[in-house]
């Protein structure tokens, strides 16, 4: 029972230790760090200059659009990295499985082609 809790305690010991790090680094981070304001700091934009325009003014939104396709895809992407390291182990079917979802991928991919989503106008 005693062996139980050791595993308890190293944690608990780790997780305090953690814990007055932090607190140290953030004091001598306030300490060291200097409270120069100036009128650009402590205006409502930090860059320093007036916005341009009215901020309902409309935006478009196709950066947006093709931003989040380029997620989708480059997250599905990243699927290759484990199949490719168990490919010894998943053998034939794990190799009609990635063409089946590479084809599904490209149909994806060719009807927001066809759709003109990546089409910057």
Known sequence: MEYYYSNYNSFFFYTLVSFIICIIILI??????????YYEKSSGYECGF???SDAREPFYVKFYLIAILFIIFDVEVV???PWIFSIIQISYYGLLVMYI???ILG???IYEWKKGS???D
């Open 28 to 37: 001598v981070c306030y300490l060291i760090s200097g409270n120069n304001l």
């Open 118 to 120: 990546l089409d910057w």
């Open 101 to 103: 979802f590479l084809v």
């Open 50 to 52: 007036d916005p341009f």
């Open 79 to 81: 699927f290759f990295f």
């Open 107 to 109: 149909i994806g991919f």
